[in-house]
């Protein structure tokens, strides 16, 4: 069975641009969450979807945004990026999202932003 | 307050020894605490994972150790093997959840042949 897979898995934009992650769960998770490595550092939380609503959010500015499909398969954008937006973004996937539930979250191997 | 703090930063260790790496966090609305393992390359990977109401799990090599009290938990490897070289994170959750980590920001370890 396929992981989380995220696309692409480098890309390299100049400040001010706008980007576009994608994400796919695995078969059957319905929720999605979106966290940001910078290097050197853990993932820090930026969003969360369950059944295509946002269930939380992180302490991000507005020029993160990010939304899920019908079927699950998710996107996060960035707005006029800055040199410290720079980072791996992590998409996982869980089984269960609502708070309660206990349900593993699984990582896709990341998107490698550079900002030049 | 929403911060899990990790060390050490870098750890080595001989192969069939512990390797032994601690977290603590200020939040007591935490009530999940797991343990995330990477490669290079890959995503985190769940190791394991404890709540408070217990104050030890133990999965293989791999134990948990809770202190709620003190408000730290630490994961010990025993019989560390160089495959367990990886970096890795603590990490904790609120409402039983696994929903919104806040994570530790890494222990990198290498274990030597």
């Known amino acids: 069975d396929a992981g989380v897979t995220q696309s692409p898995t480098h890309l390299i934009k100049t400040r001010g641009q706008h980007v576009t992650l994608r994400c796919s769960p695995i078969?059957?998770?319905?929720?999605v969450s979106w966290y940001q490595q910078v290097l050197g550092q853990g993932p820090q939380f930026i969003f969360q979807?369950?059944?295509?609503?946002?269930?939380g959010r992180g302490n991000f500015p507005d020029r993160f945004s990010a939304r899920q499909f019908p079927n699950y398969s998710s996107e996060l954008n960035v707005n006029a990026l800055l040199l410290g937006d720079s980072a791996l973004y992590l998409c996982?996937?869980?089984?269960?999202?609502?708070?309660?539930?206990?349900?593993?979250?699984?990582f896709g191997e990341g998107s490698r932003l550079t900002v030049l | 307050q929403q911060q899990v703090k990790q060390s050490p930063q870098s750890l080595i260790v001989q192969k069939g020894g512990i390797s032994i790496i601690n977290c603590a966090y200020e939040n007591t609305a935490f009530d999940y605490f797991p343990w995330y393992q990477q490669f290079p390359g890959k995503g985190p990977a769940l190791l394991i994972a404890i709540r408070p109401d217990v104050s030890e799990k133990k999965e293989g090599r791999f134990t948990i150790s809770f202190n709620k009290s003190a408000k730290q938990f630490s994961l010990h490897i025993m019989d560390s093997q160089p495959g367990d070289s990886a970096t890795y994170f603590c990490a904790a959750s609120m409402d039983g959840s696994a929903r919104q980590l806040t994570f530790g920001s890494g222990t990198q370890l290498t274990v030597l042949p």
């Open positions: 996982a996937s869980s089984s269960r999202g609502l708070a309660g539930s206990t349900g593993e979250l699984f």
């Open positions: 078969s059957g998770h319905k929720s």
């Open positions: 979807y369950y059944e295509k609503e946002e269930r």
